[in-house]
């Protein structure tokens, strides 16, 4: 007998359906983007990569210097792909007719000058006198270009210059500056959840206050204080120590509040149990709530990594912009260059930077799924 599905049921599967849709597609269609030419880039979208991309062009045909004579008239030949893969299907001569040709006619220019263009892009200009000026003829066609899958976009990301530093700058960023805030955000959750002290509540509404404080609003107060501490002890204005107490700074409220919550959730009756038993806080809290705490904890690590791998601007404030300093997202804006039109840089440069963050989710994702207190409360 098939068991009818109720109405709550089919929405949820469709939301999950359509959220997986969102993801998907737009992921896939960056990976797509990041394996095609790039001239392909830019003249259609990803879905139509399978297809051949019909574009128009100006081809500018060599000056008269390259003319030769055939059987009594002056020739200039030449292909308008320049060897490339192409295939022309109409061509002109003038801008206000760009394809008034078929590809294989012969058009009729100005005084006796001929021009024919090939399927394949070869022309040949011909003249009954010999060409004069400084600039070859312009030649109009439309060209359909087969679908053209490459890694050159990758090849040009991974070997540019200063890369491999820039990668190592952003690990030795992200690691400390998510393993730091967890530990300090795991004590502090733990006292506001199981010790009683005065001024605790009050404390967790600082916390939680402190969750919509914008980055940008305090980013310059935060950078002229710790200059005025670094300089009264001797530290560098620009170094890792700084980006490490920001990046700790601005992730600890959210740690602090999602640890908290869920520390605050564990059964009070393993902590009355563990006190019976003369653990102390610190006891209780290495041995106890701190491996029942994993799947938190690494929820956490994932979304303070993924913060902390593609920050930028933080890193240019408190690590600088130079090339020994500069991490890896500074380094792939600077390849896009001033006006961010390498579409071609931008996309494999997206996947080189997840690359990492995979790696992380794959590697935490199994504390995820864990039950909260499998196996942690046993009859006697």
Do not use: C
Not at 135 to 161: D, H, K, S
Not at 232 to 261: D, T
């Amino acid at each position: 007998m098939t068991r009818k599905l109720s109405p709550l049921t089919i929405v949820v599967n469709l939301t999950v359906l359509v959220l997986v849709a969102l993801w998907t597609l737009p992921t896939a269609g960056l990976l797509i983007s990041s394996l095609r030419d790039k001239d392909q880039i830019v003249a259609s979208g990803w879905w139509t990569a399978l297809s051949s991309s019909t574009r128009n062009e100006i081809y500018r045909a060599p000056g008269p210097e390259a003319q030769v004579q055939e059987n009594g008239v002056y020739v200039i030949k030449g292909n308008v792909f320049e060897g490339g893969p192409g295939a022309v299907s109409a061509f002109g001569a003038t801008s206000q007719q760009p394809s008034a040709f078929e590809a294989g006619a012969t058009a009729d220019i100005r005084d006796g000058q001929k021009l024919t263009v090939q399927e394949n892009g070869d022309f040949r200009l011909e003249s009954p006198t010999a060409f004069e000026g400084s600039r070859g003829q312009r030649i109009f066609f439309t060209a359909e270009t087969p679908p053209r899958f490459t890694l050159e976009n990758y090849q040009t990301v991974l070997t540019a210059e200063g890369i491999g530093q820039s990668f190592i700058n952003s690990l030795t960023v992200a690691i400390p500056s998510t393993i730091i805030p967890i530990l300090v955000a795991a004590f502090a959750a733990y006292a506001l959840a199981w010790m009683k002290f005065p001024g605790r509540s009050i404390l967790i509404a600082v916390i939680v206050g402190l969750l919509v404080v914008p980055l940008q609003m305090s980013l310059i107060p935060l950078l002229k204080m710790y200059n005025d501490v670094g300089a009264f002890f001797g530290v560098p204005a620009k170094g890792y120590v700084g980006i490490w107490l920001a990046h700790m700074g601005f992730g600890l409220p959210l740690a602090i509040y999602l640890l908290r919550n869920y520390i605050a959730g564990l059964p009070r009756e393993i902590m009355e149990s563990a006190r019976v038993d003369g653990a102390s806080d610190f006891e209780i809290f290495i041995k106890i709530v701190l491996p029942l705490s994993y799947p938190a904890l690494a929820s956490f690590a994932i979304f303070q990594f993924l913060w902390t791998w593609n920050d930028l601007l933080v890193a240019m404030v408190f690590l600088g912009t130079g090339n020994d300093e500069l991490v890896l997202t500074g380094r792939l804006v600077n390849l896009l260059g001033s006006r961010g039109g390498n579409w071609e840089i931008l996309t494999a440069s997206a996947f080189i930077t997840i690359i990492v963050p995979l790696l992380v989710f794959f590697g935490l994702q199994r504390y995820l799924v864990r039950g909260l207190l499998a196996g942690s409360v046993k009859g006697g």
